[in-house]
């Protein structure tokens, strides 16, 4: 019996032993047992179908569309064209955060890949790819920066980082916050290389940077730079206040910027992007604009009680200058004009009920405009990031999807009021929404409509830009992950009765009467995964 016990205690313990062994020797050693926590992965991926009369009578235009509707990039709407098609996005990031720095310095790299369903293969260039056999070369690279954090709350980002015009971080907080607070993107929401630095305190926060928006020839003072100054401060526990200032040094002429549009004043880019054109002709040209502002927020997270309420106030102020004279000293220049203009926005929203999507909100902007061009020597409007770039801002937050931008868009972005200004002809925006959760945090509704009116006239059009109306329904499969339709139809105004503003650009596409009244339905899938 002793050796019966015996034995069997050999044979489990030579079982346990045997249970204990790796099945497989060379997976056991190569692959770590936890995540490599220096190396992070996050991506964005959008897939959407949609239907719209909306399309771009260029036919160069096949891969990204963007600018103002009836602008310069040729988009019309149709009667009997109707545009369908697929497309898909995905924004991954790359983060290193070695350990041998304990955490005080990170590497950020984000690229884009998107393209239209079946549209182009075995080529290079952005937005491109969908196409049978695909090997499309398209990577786009959005940032690339470097962030040190050599002491608490203290975070210096260097290379090409997001020009965001709220104070908070936009490599720690949610896009949507980015969004409602601060100016919300309206003046700058676009990628830039240069450095900032911003420290956080417990209830303040503040961001200084210096951004280089074109080089130019390095041997000449011909750049486009940007300082910026944005600092905010919790004076309660429900309330916040900022402040900002920023300035922009162009000496570029126009030069640069995005490919043969150009950039700045005098550029075909306000054409495209919807902003004032100054129609300096073909003459050198020197500006400076500095943007004075204060925003506000009470209870930003819709958090503490019910209801949130934010807003902002911003003027811009400047000169432009022009050489007339080719042939005169460099240092002589005539003062082409002055700049004064102005916008305001506040928003307010409601939460009837226990999820953040039991809301009604309310959302008014209003910016300043030019009813004279430059026969004054002042221009009376509003200049924001979109004088630049393409886009240089991105006002997407308002709950419109025509009428003003939305920001579900992968390669088509082209509403009726692309930039705050409106052309120069500034704008009166209000919109309303409401939203339910049918199923609280996984299906949720909304409805919500739009109107917006010119400030200015334009010549032969009235003030009445349009009325729209919208709504969408959202099935959450888990975070970040959904489901969602969604469908608008915009009601054109008198504003489109005028075939041309005061720089001869069409406001309506160019055609006889008013054009045929926009309407998009889509269906999108997305997964911000992490």
């Known amino acids: 019996m002793k050796k019966l016990s015996g034995l069997a205690a050999l044979l489990f313990i030579t079982v346990t032993a045997i249970a204990q062994l790796p099945t497989n020797q060379y997976f056991s050693k190569e692959i770590p047992q936890k995540a490599n926590k220096e190396f992070q992965f996050l991506a964005f991926y959008i897939n959407q179908a949609v239907i719209s009369n909306i399309y771009p009578e260029n036919d160069f235009l096949k891969g990204q569309v963007v600018g103002r509707l009836f602008g310069a990039n040729t988009t019309k709407t149709s009667k009997t064209n109707t545009s369908a098609y697929i497309e898909q996005r995905l924004i991954p990031f790359f983060i290193y955060q070695p350990s041998l720095f304990n955490g005080k310095a990170t590497l950020r790299a984000s690229f884009e890949l998107d393209w239209t369903w079946g549209d182009v293969a075995y080529g290079a260039g952005g937005n491109f790819g969908g196409a049978i056999s695909a090997d499309q070369v398209n990577l786009q690279t959005q940032n690339l920066e470097l962030e040190l954090n050599p002491s608490k709350g203290l975070f210096i980002n260097v290379g090409l980082q997001r020009i965001f015009d709220t104070p908070y971080n936009p490599y720690k907080t949610l896009f949507d916050k980015m969004t409602t607070t601060g100016y919300r993107l309206a003046y700058f ?25 074109y080089e130019n020839y390095v041997q000449l003072n011909d750049d486009v730079s940007l300082l910026e100054l944005t600092g905010e401060k919790d004076v309660s526990r429900t309330w916040k206040v900022g402040a900002s200032a920023y300035y922009m040094r162009d000496r570029a002429s126009g030069a640069g910027g995005v490919s043969i549009l150009s950039q700045g004043f005098n ?20 500006s400076d604009v500095v943007w004075l502002g204060t925003f506000f927020g009470r209870n930003t997270e819709h958090w503490i009680d019910p209801l949130m309420i934010t807003g902002f106030l911003n003027f811009n102020l400047g000169k432009a200058d022009t050489l007339t004279d080719q042939q005169v000293s460099q240092t002589e220049w005539n003062r082409a004009t002055d700049i004064f203009g102005y916008a305001g926005n506040i928003r307010a929203s409601y939460r009837y009920g226990q999820t953040l999507n039991d809301v009604v909100t309310l959302d008014v902007i209003h910016s300043s405009g030019d009813s004279d061009g430059l026969s004054d020597g002042k221009y009376s409007g509003v200049i924001t990031g ?98 969602e339709a969604h469908a608008a139809y915009l009601m054109l105004g008198s504003f489109y009765d005028s075939r041309q503003n005061s720089y001869g650009s069409a406001v309506n596409g160019d055609i006889e009467g008013r054009p045929v009244n926009p309407y998009t339905v889509f269906l999108v899938f997305k997964w911000l995964m992490f």
Do not use: C
Request: aromatic letters at 12%.
């Open 189 to 213: 929401g676009t990628d830039g290389v240069g450095i900032s630095v911003r420290k956080d305190w417990d209830y303040a926060r503040l961001k200084g940077g210096y951004y280089k928006l």
């Open 267 to 286: 550029s075909l880019l306000a054409a495209h992007n919807g902003v004032y054109k100054f129609n300096f002709g073909n003459v050198q040209y020197k």
């Open 386 to 483: 979109n004088q630049y770039g393409a886009p240089g801002a991105i006002f997407v937050s308002s709950g419109s999807y025509l009428l003003m931008p939305h920001g579900n868009v992968v390669n088509r972005y082209t509403p009726a009021i692309l930039d705050i200004s409106n052309m120069g002809y500034g704008m009166t925006g209000i919109t309303l929404n409401a939203s339910k959760g049918l199923i609280p945090n996984k299906l949720n509704a909304k409805i919500g409509g739009a109107f917006a009116l010119s400030t200015v006239q334009p010549l032969g059009g009235g003030n009445i830009i349009g009325t729209e109306v919208n709504g969408n329904v959202a099935y959450n499969f888990g975070p970040f992950m959904s489901l």
